[in-house]
Nanobody, 126 residues
Framework: QVQVAESGGGSAEAGGSLRLSCKIS????????MGWPRQAPGQAREVVAT???????KVADSVKGRFTIARGNGKLTLVLKMNNLKPEDTAMYYC????????????????????WGQGTQVTVTS
């Protein structure tokens, strides 16, 4: 049974920073994709960033230069470092993983991520 648990959400002022962490267990990372989809009320789900098993990362244009995806201090720990936060970053952030690495390069199919956390809320105030 794959377990996904993200944490680190909360409130931050515009221009501030937050660090989200995700721990995945019961998961085979070979040929895999892990990432951070987010969703705000009334908005479509948006993939913020992904990281594949080779360490190749992609970041959405909307957060480019501000957000960074990386491995945490464990093999199956994923981190999203968010700097220079903007109010429009307010959303529920999910950690998601899939055993198909191709999903990191097919964000339009993000709904196919097999494993999801319950989400952590990020609220950015102006």
């Amino acid at each position: 049974q794959v377990q996904v648990a993200e944490s680190g959400g909360g409130s931050a002022e515009a221009g501030g920073s937050l660090r989200l962490s995700c721990k995945i267990s019961g998961y085979t990372e070979t040929n895999s994709c892990m990432g951070w989809p987010r969703q705000a009320p009334g908005q479509a789900r948006e993939v913020v960033a992904t990281l594949d098993n080779d360490g190749d990362s992609k970041v959405a244009d909307s957060v480019k230069g501000r957000f960074t995806i990386a491995r945490g201090n464990g093999k199956l720990t994923l981190v999203l470092k968010m700097n220079n936060l903007k109010p429009e970053d307010t959303a529920m952030y999910y950690c998601a993983a899939d055993e198909w690495v191709g999903l990191c390069y097919a964000w339009q199919r993000s709904g196919e991520f097999a494993h999801w956390g319950q989400g952590t809320q990020v609220t950015v105030t102006s």
